[in-house]
């Protein structure tokens, strides 16, 4: 089976769908996700050959931002690292290569500081909770999670990427 | 026939649309009757194949407003033009499906680009109007120039998409549809 060639947090292999998106792209604001580490549950149905990972900045980027992946138990199967937030409102692609088994896992990102395009959740965020979505607090993402309540009603837009440059 | 036997067979629908391979769209916002953003734009959806297929025809919805004409066609994924329509009249009365024949095109396992390219902004399609950040999330691309396809787009240089504008458009397998 062939992945695509992008998944991301609103790719339906995140769920999207069931989470009670408003619909809404919401503009750059402050960040509410601000030293707060983000758990999204992730399917992942083929071996993907991740080439580079990648976040939408807001309209202020600031800081590092910090993008990763974590098994169904926790631990920490790949991360960037914190890497600083580049321009303004456009995908930043952080090469990253590194194969992913077929499996269940959690998409995390980090942002320490500044802005991100983002999408906002219906019902205060608790459909994203009983969505599966975990939190934490930190600033960059942990060898082993210890996740907490998600705290938040928005998601911003970040994921992976088979491709190796362009788009 | 390949050399080792297959497992299983792998099930292709006769028809790849956008909204139908990307679903997640419609969390966002609806597929509507949409003007056509910018004269001569082209707009490029990843599409992907388990398996050789035979592209036949190509298809979208008119929307509200009849007007222009359009191109479609098939690009691999580095944007070199495989086959398209050339520039076809948007016919038929608002809202009436438009079936484009293109040349039957033996498709390969592996990843493509189906495109589409209008000539006018009075032209209505059936389109989403879901933001860039979204699209552009998914591969989708897009050409500033690039109608016709023959010359406009081959190779295509494709770029992020920046529109808040995506086709319900398909590439199909079968003859009739």
Known sequence: MLPPLFVSSLSKYCKVQEMGYAGVIANPASGAELNMIMYLPVTIAWPYPVKRWFHWTGSSPANNVDIGLMTRDGVRVFSTGATAQGTASVPQYISGPILIPPGEFYLALCISNGTSFRITASNSGNALRQGGILGESGTSIPAVMTPAAFTTAIIPIFGFTMTESGY | ?177
């Open chain 2, 1 to 177: 026939m390949p050399d080792f036997p297959e497992l299983y067979d792998v099930p292709i629908a006769p028809g790849l649309s956008v909204p139908g391979l990307y679903p997640e769209i419609q969390v966002f916002t609806s597929f509507a009757s949409r003007a056509y953003p910018t004269v001569n734009k082209g707009l490029f959806y990843p599409f992907w194949l388990e398996k050789p297929m035979l592209a036949q025809q190509m298809a979208y919805c008119a929307g509200n407003t009849i007007a222009g004409n359009v191109d479609v066609g098939i690009f691999d994924i580095k944007g070199n033009l495989l086959v398209s329509s050339g520039g076809t009249a948007m016919a038929g009365g608002a809202g009436s499906f438009q079936i484009i024949n293109i040349t039957d095109t033996l498709l390969a396992q592996g990843y493509y680009m189906k495109g589409i390219a209008c000539d006018s902004i009075t032209a209505t399609m059936i389109a989403s109007n879901v933001g860039p950040q979204v699209g552009a999330s998914f591969g989708f691309c897009e050409q500033l120039t690039a109608y016709p396809f023959s010359t406009g787009a081959n190779p295509a240089t494709f770029v992020r998409l920046a529109t808040s504008y995506v086709v319900a458009l398909s590439v199909n397998f079968k003859s009739v549809m």
